[in-house]
């Protein structure tokens, strides 16, 4: 907690520091879609995705960097907000605002010509990134060997996304705060394991959220490990996730091993064609243990993927099979979905 104190403190006295004149960039993109629902009613099967983006960049006189991000909805309402002061005292970078989670951004990081297995909405997962969309101060740095190391500390878990002068009150009084930590480590680097692994690269995560701050009550924890690479024109990557999501009081009083517990295995291969067209095999599969439900089976999703890039446009291809969707016994649930994307 006295940690977080002084980077806050830290970072609202860079904020008064004198700036130079800075730049501004606007990026974004417009994506349209087709998807067949195979055992569902589709209804319009159009479907359609805006972003944008306005970034700007500065430099105190102190020499350390400063950005600033705001990005905007679907419906032009604003969105996520970040500030950013870089290289603080040639060590880390720290920032104030949210935008996503440290965790969330490596949900699933295997490789894919298009969508994760399940992006196009065939089945439905429990997910690590608890902690997306929470307003907070992190910091993100490099380390000898063990490589990136990013963190976040989020004072107040209640998704609100409070205006400057004010706080979020009690928005959700019963839940608490909330932490998050990443590492990524090229295995290239680390004696010994690099002449094996030279190629591949080895992400931990893990974040802990208070859902609950009533007595007698556990906390949501969040586990991820994942080993990404490639060889030659092939991309791989297996990740793994561990999530328990806490109990309340009602639960331990009924019955104190009763967590719900969800086990996600994901595993990627995609192979370039050529440099503008990439083909790959994405899987993803849970498990659970669950008080309520029946946990003798697990939730499998098949997906081929196709993507062809020219320039700044992306047609994307995905074909996805699930069982037992949404951790219900034998049901299915099959998407096919075309992708147009173009991106500024």
């Known amino acids: 907690m006295k940690i977080t104190k002084i980077l806050v403190a830290l970072s609202f006295l860079f904020a008064v520091s004198t700036a130079n004149a800075g730049e501004m960039s606007v990026t974004g993109s417009m994506q349209a879609t087709y998807q067949s629902e ?119 878990a209640d998704g609100s996304e409070s205006g400057d002068k004010t706080a979020s009150g009690n928005t959700s009084g019963s839940v608490g705060s909330g932490m998050e930590l990443v590492t990524k480590t090229s295995l290239g680097d680390v004696p010994f394991v690099g002449d094996v692994l030279g190629g591949a690269t080895l992400t931990l995560g893990y974040a802990e959220e208070e859902v609950n ?72 599969e849970q498990s659970q243990h669950n008080k309520d439900a029946d946990s003798s089976f697990k939730q499998e999703t098949d997906a081929i993927n196709i993507g062809y890039t020219v320039g700044g446009l992306t047609l994307g291809f995905q074909d996805a099979s699930t069982d037992h969707a949404n951790m219900v016994k034998d049901a299915k649930d099959d998407t096919r979905t075309i992708s147009i994307k173009a991106a500024f």
Request: net charge negative.
């Open 38 to 156: 195979v055992d569902r009613t589709t209804g319009n099967p159009l479907g359609m995705d805006r972003e944008i983006t306005f970034e700007g960049s500065t430099e105190l006189d102190n020499g350390i960097a400063m950005s600033v991000m705001q990005d905007f909805g679907d419906d032009g309402s604003f969105g996520d907000a970040k500030i950013t002061f870089g290289n603080v005292a040639g060590l880390v970078d720290i920032y104030l605002g949210t935008d996503g989670s440290e965790v969330d951004a490596i949900d699933d990081i295997t490789p894919s010509a298009f969508e994760e297995a399940n992006g196009s909405g065939s089945g439905t997962y429990q997910d690590v990134g608890g902690l997306a969309a929470e307003m907070g101060v992190g910091f993100k740095a490099s380390l000898p060997i063990i490589g990136s190391v990013s963190g976040q500390y989020v004072p107040k």
């Open 213 to 284: 701050t009533a007595t007698d009550t556990t906390d949501r924890f969040e586990y991820t490990v994942a080993l990404t690479g490639s060889v030659g024109n092939l991309k791989y990557g297996y990740q793994k996730e561990l999530i328990d999501t806490g109990q309340t009081p009602a639960i331990m009083t009924s019955a104190p091993d009763s967590s719900d517990f969800y086990k996600i295995d994901t595993l990627g291969l995609a192979y370039a064609v050529n440099d503008n067209l990439s083909i790959s095999y994405n899987m993803m």
